[in-house]
């Protein structure tokens, strides 16, 4: 098993910074981390939960959403089974409850409903 657990959302004004970060834990990861694709998801009141960012743990295969690209970083800390999601830049668009996800498996995916794992979401509020 895998569990997520998401922090760092809050309520910021046009233009501010958050930082999400995602605790990954569990003896399935533990023991096969490597092998994981972590995502972030968003999903706003009313949409889809729709892709925003992505890694393999190993480090490779960083992808983001256009809307997002120069603004977001995703990134993970080793030491601390974690990954964060890096926000500049923010828009009142990027308001939506944030996902931490996890699928087992080398390749890439920008569905969510391929993912098998998810952190409970982090509320993210940017204010005009």
């Known amino acids: 098993q895998v569990q997520l657990v998401e922090s760092g959302g809050g309520l910021v004004q046009t233009g501010g910074s958050l930082t999400l970060s995602c605790a990954a834990s569990g003896s399935t990861f533990s023991d096969d981390r490597s092998n994981y694709l972590m995502g972030w998801f968003r999903q706003a009141p009313g949409k889809e939960r729709e892709f925003v960012a992505h890694m393999h743990w190993s480090g490779g295969s960083r992808s983001y959403r256009d809307s997002v690209k120069g603004r977001f970083t995703i990134s993970r800390d080793t030491a601390n089974n974690t990954v964060e999601l890096q926000m500049n830049s923010l828009k009142p668009e990027d308001t939506a409850v944030y996902y931490c996800?996890?699928?087992?498996?080398?390749?890439?995916?920008?569905?969510?409903?391929?993912?098998?794992?998810w952190g409970q979401g982090t509320q993210v509020t940017v204010s005009s």
């Open positions: 996800a996890a699928r087992a498996g080398p390749y890439t995916d920008y569905n969510w409903r391929t993912y098998h794992y």
